[in-house]
């Protein structure tokens, strides 16, 4: 799946994190990827992550799912939307609505969330904190862009949603089957369903926070830092005013903070695990029976196409010329040779075939038995 003469460069330049974007349908050849009753079955689910937004007469309701087939059997024909987040760990073909938008650092990726919108149905005007890029899948979404917005903008009063207490549209489109709007962090905005089973497809990015960066960061600093290291000064002189904490001090204790922050090796592994962390730590993806390292070697031979998960999160740091760490669901391996030339192409790929020389190397079995064995990925056939 690929966009058809959409300028990459251009829009990194000019729209990423700078301004909204309209793009008319720039798919060889658009199919939704999903019906509203399979979306309306994943909602039911437990282990899926799901809201109903309704609006009544004067206000908003929203209810956490899993929800109740009953009760999604008895919406109205107006004015409500169903939302299902990470649907791409769930749907192949959502998942493959990512792979156009790989110009962007797989680290970046938050996850699909996907939306079933009633006539008039919506979220009502609001803004987000990272960047998305909505699709339209199935039918069609007025959508109105308003200004950039920050954490002092006014909010309605509301114990669930985030809503704008004043929104002024600067710019309006209706998006129809196949259509995608970009929207980066802070701007307003407002969808609103035109008609029945309006689809929407949210291609979400993260964006880590100051806060929790160095919050986790320092946490994990802690773990591993040992109790007597002590604040230290045997060049101590008698000062003028013993109730003085001096320049000097102040000096050395916060060297003391910033030598621990500022390794860069600890930093970069640190940042890789947390990155690669699961978003939903309770799913279970592990293989019913555990891979072999003789499985591995004999679906290498065979010629098995080697099928990473969607709901995987796996990136690569290099760490000198022949060397990568990779980073499989919040967990390290050190990977040098081939088993870092394999880690890189992994990462790079959704779907594989390995040479099968590669079946005579001990480490590259080992690692992708272990990959096999958390889920991460998977020899099997396509179909």
């Known amino acids: 799946m690929d966009f058809q003469n ?16 309209l793009i008319r349908n720039p798919w060889s050849h658009w199919q939704n990827p999903l019906e509203p009753d399979e979306l309306a079955g994943l909602a039911c689910a437990e282990e899926v992550e799901s809201r109903l937004i309704c609006q009544p007469a004067g206000g908003w309701e929203m209810e ?46 938050d996850d699909v969330m996907v939306s079933l919108a009633a006539d008039q149905g919506g979220v009502g005007p609001h803004f987000d904190q990272y960047d998305v890029f909505l699709i339209q899948g199935l039918g069609r979404r007025r959508w109105q862009i308003g200004h950039l ?15 704008l207490a004043e929104f002024t549209a600067t ?56 109790d007597d290291e002590l604040y230290r000064d045997p060049d101590l002189a008698r000062q003028a005013n013993p109730g003085e ?21 600890s930093f970069a592994r640190w940042f890789g695990t ?44 290099a760490n000198g010329d022949d060397a990568v760490m990779l980073f499989a669901d919040g967990i390290c391996f050190d990977c040098v040779g081939e088993t870092s030339a394999v880690a890189k192409i992994l990462c790079a790929q959704d779907s594989l075939v390995l040479d099968v020389d590669l079946a005579t190397n001990a480490a590259v079995v080992d690692l992708l038995t272990q990959l096999c064995n958390m889920g991460c990925v998977a020899f099997e056939s396509e179909e």
């Not at 959409?6 to 974007?21: E, G, R, V």
């Open 6 to 21: 959409f300028d990459i460069d251009h829009f990194l330049h000019t729209h990423w994190q700078k301004k909204p974007l």
């Open 64 to 109: 956490q799912g899993p929800q109740g087939e009953e009760r999604l059997a008895g919406l109205g024909e107006s004015h409500w939307t169903l939302l299902v987040q990470a649907v791409d760990q769930h749907v192949p073909a959502v998942a493959d609505l990512i792979v156009p938008f790989r110009f962007i650092p797989n680290w970046r990726i």
């Open 149 to 163: 917005c920050d954490g002092d903008t006014p909010l309605l009063p509301h114990e669930d949603l985030k809503l």
């Open 171 to 226: 710019d309006e489109w209706v998006l129809e089957p196949g259509d995608i709007l970009y929207v980066p962090p802070g701007f307003a905005h407002n969808g609103v369903a035109v008609g029945s089973d309006c689809m929407t497809y949210s291609v979400g990015f993260r964006a880590p926070s100051r806060s929790d960066l160095l919050g986790h960061f320092v946490d994990d600093i802690l773990d591993g830092i040992p």
């Open 245 to 265: 904490i001096l320049p000097d001090a102040l000096g050395r204790l916060q060297q003391m903070m910033l030598e621990s922050l500022s390794d860069p090796a």
């Open 274 to 317: 947390f990155n690669s962390t699961p978003k939903y730590a309770d799913m279970d993806w592990q293989p019913e029976t555990p891979v072999e390292p003789e499985d591995v070697r004999a679906s290498i031979n065979d010629a098995v196409p080697l099928l990473r998960n969607p709901a995987s999160r796996m990136v690569f740091i």
